[in-house]
């Protein structure tokens, strides 16, 4: 089936920096991709949606400017997570699906664990 | 908001049938039902999902009431991998892939 890589799988950094999360459709192009947010033992939560070659949609509560979204090509969509804190931290998923139409679901990426010292 | 509702948790033996259910009672005529799991610390795996008859699949089964408000997901033969949280979600047929998931429902499968 169709593949969606997440990299990385984890990162800690410093409380102020900034940190990409990439989302890759690995055999199929994806028009659009969702990204969301899972703190523990809680469901995930849409944060956006990624629009290729246009500006992303944010859903409400969600502050674009601190959590860029870019989705450059038809394969890959980019979260940063500027000036990060500490509440921050969080599991980030990231979804696609086959613009080509030829799957009627979402595949997910691995999530990539956030951890803001 | 979600339009799912889902026990939070229900345990089941290994090598018994796990059923899942979910109320969906405001679907409407061109939601699909999908069922996806996650397991601990990964991103959600695709399960089944279906419009208004019963589908089955390598991985489960999907029972559809007829009047469509509600929906069961069959795992035949639970295993220990098994173990994972079941999200239920309801998604036009056309338009928007934007899933909003519910709380979904703890599945523990006990040796």
Avoid at chain 1, 51 to 71: P, R
Avoid at chain 2, 39 to 61: C, D, F, R
Wanted: proline letters at 4%; a positive charge; one cysteine or more.
């Amino acid at each position: 089936g169709a593949v969606v890589s997440q990299h990385p799988s984890w990162v800690i950094c410093k409380s102020g920096t900034s940190v990409k999360i990439e989302c890759r459709s690995l055999d199929f192009q994806a028009t659009t991709m969702f990204w969301y947010r899972q703190f523990p033992k809680q469901s995930l939560m849409l944060m956006a949606t990624s629009n290729e070659g246009s500006k992303a949609t944010y859903e409400q509560g969600v502050e674009k400017d601190k959590f860029l979204i870019n989705h450059a090509s038809l394969t890959l969509s980019t979260l940063t997570v500027t000036s990060a804190h500490p509440e921050d931290s969080s599991f980030y998923i990231c979804s696609a699906r086959d613009s080509q139409g030829r799957d009627e679901k979402l595949f997910f990426g691995s999530g990539t664990q956030l951890s803001v010292l | 908001d979600a339009k799912t509702t889902q026990p939070p948790s229900m345990d089941c033996a290994e090598g018994r049938a796990a059923n899942l259910p979910c109320n969906h009672s405001t679907i409407s005529g061109n939601e699909y039902v999908y069922w996806y799991r996650q397991i601990h610390s990964q991103g959600p795996q695709y399960i089944i999902h279906g419009l208004k008859n019963n589908e089955t699949n390598e991985m489960a089964s999907l029972i559809i009431t007829e009047d469509r408000k509600s929906s069961t997901l069959i795992l035949p033969h639970a295993t220990l991998r098994d173990t994972a949280v079941y999200y239920c979600i309801v998604r036009p047929r056309s338009g928007t892939y934007k899933y909003i998931f519910g709380t979904g429902t703890r599945l523990k499968v006990l040796a």
